[in-house]
């Protein structure tokens, strides 16, 4: 049975919480077929706010292989939803601010019931596509603080299917400007996701391409923009980095 949401002031759809309750009967291969399943009108897909819940339950019960099964798939649909959302025509760096949000995105789930964060994912087991975007506002504002280009943006809505930036925001941005996890990664998921913000953040970008979307090495050398070689070296060098931590967990 689905584990009560700690936010009073939310509720699950019916429909969802159904398939949680039956998703949370089957085993480790009919899960890790379901996850995988792209297509919405299938009867084996599993709505994101589905694998919200079952991923906040195997890493609180400890089900790495579980874990290392669903972050990939929820990551990957994130990544396609900001692909379009904050798309490189409309916004400089909005590669890097897309990585950001992700990496926060993973972040969430090791935090996921420490002090402060006991209730921070419920929101995205009833409306996943809505709380993603309040995230992903949050981030390009900062990142257009940062660079003291634009102060006034527009305060954003809270439609579930609207962009994350609308097109005023858009338009005055323009004119301003696979796979699972790697099994070489000896790590526990929780314990990478934890570290990540440790990295420099080209060792940080490689991994969470990499070893937790699980992008092929071509890929994310395409999109860190160098070659093969050097995200080998930077994977290496997160690898030592992050099992050096390990070792003081």
Request: aromatic fraction near 4%; glycine fraction near 4%; charged fraction near 35%.
């Amino acid at each position: 049975m689905a584990r009560p949401l700690l936010n009073k002031n939310l509720a699950r759809p019916p429909g969802i919480e159904r398939k949680i309750d039956i998703a949370l009967t089957q085993d480790w291969a009919t899960l890790s077929r379901r996850a995988r399943e792209t297509n919405p009108q299938s009867g084996d897909f599993l709505p994101s706010e589905c694998l919200v819940h079952l991923l906040r339950d195997a890493i609180r019960r400890g089900e790495d292989r579980i874990a290392r099964v669903l972050m990939p798939q929820l990551l990957k649909r994130a990544e396609a939803n900001l692909e379009r959302t904050v798309p490189d025509s409309r916004m400089r760096d909005a590669e890097s601010v897309r990585h950001e949000i992700l990496s926060d995105l993973a972040m969430m789930f090791t935090q996921d019931g420490t002090e402060g964060h006991e209730d921070e994912l419920d929101f995205y087991e009833c409306k996943f596509l809505r709380a993603l975007r309040f995230l992903r506002i949050d981030h390009v504002r900062k990142a257009l603080s940062e660079r003291k280009e634009l102060t006034d943006l527009p305060e954003s809505g809270d439609g579930q299917d609207e962009p994350a930036l609308d097109d005023e925001m858009l338009a005055r941005l323009s004119r301003m400007a696979s796979i699972g996890p790697s099994q070489e990664d000896a790590l526990y998921l929780p314990e990478v996701i934890k570290a990540l913000d440790k990295l420099p953040p080209d060792q940080k970008r490689a991994v969470v391409l990499r070893r937790i979307i699980g992008h092929t090495e071509e890929q994310t050398a395409k999109i860190c923009k160098v070659d093969k070689r050097t995200i080998r070296y930077r994977l290496a060098a997160a690898d030592k980095q992050l099992k050096t931590m390990k070792e003081d967990l």
